[in-house]
């Protein structure tokens, strides 16, 4: 098995995740708080290993696995407010032996119009993830398991 890292294409996402905009994320401008963007990220990573069979609870119970962010860059493009609707989105860039490469981006959805068919979004936040695959109670990198990999492959 080969050590040097895959690159997958950074084209369509692989996996989006429906997010709404409630009072409790916002700030005092009315706009969502910037560290909010980070939960909307790592919900939608889980619930994407969970659209890929990969329960996180099962692999730390069964095989003693974690999947840590190692590093977050987020470049922010237009606020979120109140009651919008939002796709977030995960999509893998490159697989390591122990970790992954993510994009996610984060959109507005805005509604079809009458006259068209498909709904437009406005992207409002983008950010690069690295996540970790670490033992369990030690929080040692460990190689990514075949079962993983396999998910990810399709």
Do not use: H
Request: one cysteine or more; aromatic letters at 8%.
């Amino acid at each position: 098995m080969s050590t040097a890292p895959t690159t997958a294409p950074a084209t369509t996402p692989a996996f989006t995740w429906p997010v709404r905009i409630y009072w409790e994320d916002t700030d005092a401008g009315g706009v969502v708080y910037y560290a909010n963007y980070l939960k909307f990220c790592e919900r939608a990573r889980t619930e994407w290993l969970r659209s890929l069979g990969l329960d996180q609870q099962r692999l730390v119970e069964r095989d003693a696995l974690l999947f840590v962010v190692s590093s977050a860059q987020v470049r922010y493009l237009a606020p979120a407010r109140l009651d919008d609707q939002l796709g977030v989105s995960v999509t893998v860039v490159e697989v390591g032996g122990a970790s992954l490469e993510l994009l996610q981006e984060v959109r507005r959805c805005a509604p079809a119009s009458a006259a068209s068919s498909t709904a437009a979004s406005v992207l409002l936040a983008s950010a690069q993830v690295r996540v970790a695959c670490v033992q369990a109670g030690s929080f040692k990198p460990r190689r990514l398991p075949a079962v993983v990999l396999q998910a990810i492959a399709g």
